[in-house]
């Protein structure tokens, strides 16, 4: 069975940094896209950023020159680099991923959430 499991949220104050973290496990056979989404209270969820297996991303207009993302294929994980937090940022991130398990076609999965908080 495919899981997303992530960590490295948090409490930071503004002007600081997270790094999230999210790795695919079980019986995988390749991964596609591979993407960040956040949700805040009373608010839709919406993308982050996305990164394909070649390595060419997007970054939301939102969070672009501050958050990075990157994948280590390697590993079946794949990271955000978040900087010059804003209070704004504060959500729910969760992390998805278009997935061939093992004898399957490709599925997307979701991570469990991670909670980000930015507060003095």
């Known amino acids: 069975q495919v899981q997303l499991v992530e960590s490295g949220g948090g409490l930071v104050q503004p002007g600081g940094s997270l790094r999230l973290s999210c790795a695919a496990s079980?019986?995988?056979?390749?991964?596609?896209?591979m993407g960040w989404y956040r949700q805040a209270p009373g608010k839709q969820r919406e993308l982050v950023a996305i990164i394909t297996s070649g390595g060419n991303s997007y970054t939301a207009d939102s969070v672009r020159g501050r958050f990075t993302i990157s994948r280590d294929n390697a590993k079946n994980t794949v990271y955000l680099q978040m900087n010059s937090l804003k209070p704004e940022d504060t959500a729910v991130y969760y992390c998805?991923?278009?997935?061939?398990?093992?004898?399957?076609?490709?599925?997307?999965?979701w991570g469990q959430g991670t909670q980000v908080t930015v507060s003095s």
């Open positions: 998805d991923a278009d997935i061939r398990a093992t004898g399957d076609y490709y599925s997307k999965y």
């Open positions: 079980g019986s995988i056979s390749k991964i596609n896209d």
